[in-house]
T-cell receptor, first 110, second 115 residues
Framework: RKEVEQDPGPFNVPEGATVAFNCTYSNSASQSFFWYRQDCRKEPKLLMSVYSSGNEDGRFTAQLNRASQYISLLIRDSKLSDSATYLCVVNLSGYNKLIFGAGTRLAVHP | DGGITQSPKYLFRKEGQNVTLSCEQNLNHDAMYWYRQDPGQGLRLIYYSQIVNDFQKGDIAEGYSVSREKKESFPLTVTSAQKNPTAFYLC??????????????FGNGTRLTVT
């Protein structure tokens, strides 16, 4: 089993739709969690950290479920510019040794 | 503006040649990392360095070497021993915080093609 697993997609949604991605992790001792966004042939950029109580940043909401070992990302009112690959990132142990999922591709169409 | 710079953006080499990828940051970050990305896979850690003159192997260090002589610089050498070097290479840096909850800042990557 992979340490961090994501549905590769693609998720094809119309503008204005709400879409959610899940990411599961295998190590229950994981300490910190992030969502990154990566555009085609570009570097990943931090979208948001994921906090235990859940957190929101505009149209984006991140949640953590430690009991079931998954994190989620909800995007409301999708925009064309949200089209990208969303990477789930987990810090499994120690000093900033981050493990990346393979990403979920989102395509928002008019 | 502070940032992390990788050069060159595209690099072409013949099989059997060593090649060095540059990574420089002016963010005053202690930790630096090298990842490679292949299609359909997550980023995989090659090497990381938490402090000057110290570095550790990541998950796929074979065929690679690094140095960390200065805080700002963390060059990666892809040697001829690396069996499948063609990939997108990403350098990153971070600053340690309590709880290990510090995100990575990435350079814009070097796309290496070996033929």
């Amino acid at each position: 089993r992979k340490e961090v697993e994501q549905d590769p997609g693609p998720f094809n949604v119309p503008e204005g739709a709400t879409v959610a991605f899940n990411c599961t992790y295998s190590n229950s001792a994981s300490q910190s969690f992030f969502w990154y966004r990566q555009d085609c042939r570009k570097e990943p950029k931090l979208l948001m950290s994921v906090y235990s109580s859940g957190n929101e940043d505009g149209r984006f909401t991140a949640q953590l479920n430690r009991a079931s070992q998954y994190i989620s990302l909800l995007i409301r009112d999708s925009k064309l510019s949200d089209s990208a690959t969303y990477l789930c990132v987990v810090n499994l142990s120690g000093y900033n040794k981050l493990i990346f999922g393979a990403g979920t591709r989102l395509a928002v169409h008019p | 503006d502070g940032g992390i710079t990788q050069s060159p953006k595209y690099l072409f080499r013949k099989e059997g040649q060593n090649v060095t990828l540059s990574c420089e940051q002016n963010l005053n970050h202690d930790a630096m990392y090298w990842y490679r990305q292949d299609p359909g896979q997550g980023l995989r850690l090659i090497y990381y360095s938490q402090i000057v003159n110290d570095f550790q192997k990541g998950d796929i260090a074979e065929g690679y070497s690094v140095s960390r002589e200065k805080k700002e610089s963390f060059p990666l050498t892809v040697t001829s021993a690396q069996k499948n070097p063609t990939a997108f290479y990403l350098c990153a840096s971070s600053t340690p915080r309590t709880g290990n909850n510090s995100p990575l800042h990435f350079g814009n990557g070097t796309r290496l093609t070996v033929t």
